[in-house]
C-alpha cells in the first residue's frame, strides 16, 4: 500500500472575520518606517489562504523597519501611536 504525504494545512494571514474591521488590522510598513493604508491588492493576498512556507512578509514587530530590516505589512496595533498612516486615494 503506497503511504500518502500528509496534507498540508493553508491559512491565511486575515480571517474572514477580521477582515470585516475597520480599520482595516494590517498596515504597509516603508523602509522609511512610515506606515500607509493596503491596496485593495494587498488586502485580498492578505486573506489569501498560502502554506506556511509560502506565505507573505508580515513583520512580528515594527521595530523590524528600524535600520537595514526591509519594509513589509505589519498588524496595526503593533504600530507606535503617534505614527501618522498614510491614507490612500479613493479608487
Known amino acids: 500500500m503506497t503511504r500518502l504525504p500528509p496534507p498540508i494545512v493553508k491559512f491565511s494571514v486575515v480571517g474572514p472575520d477580521e477582515a470585516k474591521k475597520e480599520p482595516y488590522p494590517y498596515v504597509y510598513v516603508e523602509r522609511d518606517g512610515s506606515a500607509r493604508e493596503l491596496r485593495l491588492d494587498e488586502r ?43 491614507r490612500l486615494p479613493e479608487a
Open 44 to 86: 485580498a493576498l492578505l486573506e489569501k489562504k498560502f502554506s506556511p512556507f509560502d506565505r507573505p512578509y508580515v513583520k512580528l514587530a515594527y521595530r523590524d523597519v528600524v535600520g537595514h530590516a526591509t519594509s513589509g505589512f505589519c498588524r496595526r496595533s503593533l504600530l507606535p501611536p503617534e505614527l501618522p498612516i498614510v
